[in-house]
């Protein structure tokens, strides 16, 4: 159980295109996704938060008009690069809190997809 | 904000020897801190969390330890194999967000 997807695995584009990669939850609602970006030897760092049917919160530093995110149900979530350019290649990861066991106001866990590598030629 | 200092950032081990990585984290409402091994190429893989209710716990090889006045909590692993060749990443909840530490890579040799 708790089993998160992402698409595509890996997307080669083009300097100016627009990437979208697709985050989902295979067996149970979440009702935040979360969306982070990890360079080479480098650690996990939060992009944003997702919370479905509302906008997402970036974090600081994050261009949100560059990165849009789309949460439209309880078990996708969207994040588009707009106008990619090489220095947004990167390895790219969401996680989900799962809804109904994260009614606990002590339940934290997240569960991580398997990423999606980006490169921008 | 929360911030995760994790150490060492390169660890090399015999097989069968244990293995152990420490990080410190900086404010005292963070109170759930999970444990992640990542392989090259794949998302990152829940190996064990400690709430701060909780001093240790447990999971057959794997065990962690949580100093809540320290501030600081320890993942263990005994008699590894080199299937535990991995990066590591220690994580802190903060207002539901988590924050990593730098990873630990891992090598079991032979």
């Known amino acids: 159980g708790a089993v998160v997807s992402q698409h595509p695995s890996w997307v080669i584009c083009k300097s100016g295109t627009s990437v979208k990669i697709e985050c989902r939850s295979l067996d149970f609602q979440a009702t935040t996704m979360f969306w982070y970006r990890q360079f080479p030897k480098q650690s996990l760092m939060l992009m944003a938060t997702?919370?479905?049917?509302?906008?997402?919160?970036?974090e600081q530093g994050v261009e949100k008009d560059k990165f849009l995110i789309n949460h439209a149900s309880l078990t996708l979530s969207t994040l588009t690069v707009t106008s990619a350019h090489p220095e947004d290649s990167s390895f790219y990861i969401c996680?989900?809190?799962?809804?109904?066991?994260?009614?606990?106001?002590?339940?934290?866990?997240?569960?991580f997809g398997p990423g999606t590598r980006l490169t921008v030629l | 904000g929360e911030n995760v200092e994790q150490h060492p950032s390169t660890l090399s081990v015999q097989e069968g020897d244990s293995a152990v990585i420490k990080c410190t984290y900086s404010d005292s409402a963070s109170n759930y801190f999970p444990w992640y091994k990542q392989e090259l190429g794949k998302g990152p893989q829940l190996i064990i969390d400690?709430?701060?209710?909780?001093g240790e716990k447990k999971d057959q090889r794997i065990a962690v330890t949580l100093n809540k006045t320290a501030k600081h909590f320890s993942l263990h692993i005994t008699e590894t194999q080199p299937e535990d060749s991995a990066v590591y990443f220690c994580?802190?909840?903060?207002?539901?967000?988590?924050?990593f530490g730098a990873g630990t890579q891992v090598v079991v040799t032979p």
């Open positions: 997702s919370n479905e049917g509302s906008k997402a919160t970036y």
């Open positions: 996680s989900a809190r799962d809804l109904v066991r994260g009614r606990a106001a002590t339940y934290n866990e997240q569960f």
């Open positions: 400690i709430r701060s209710n909780v």
């Open positions: 994580a802190a909840i903060y207002w539901g967000k988590l924050q």
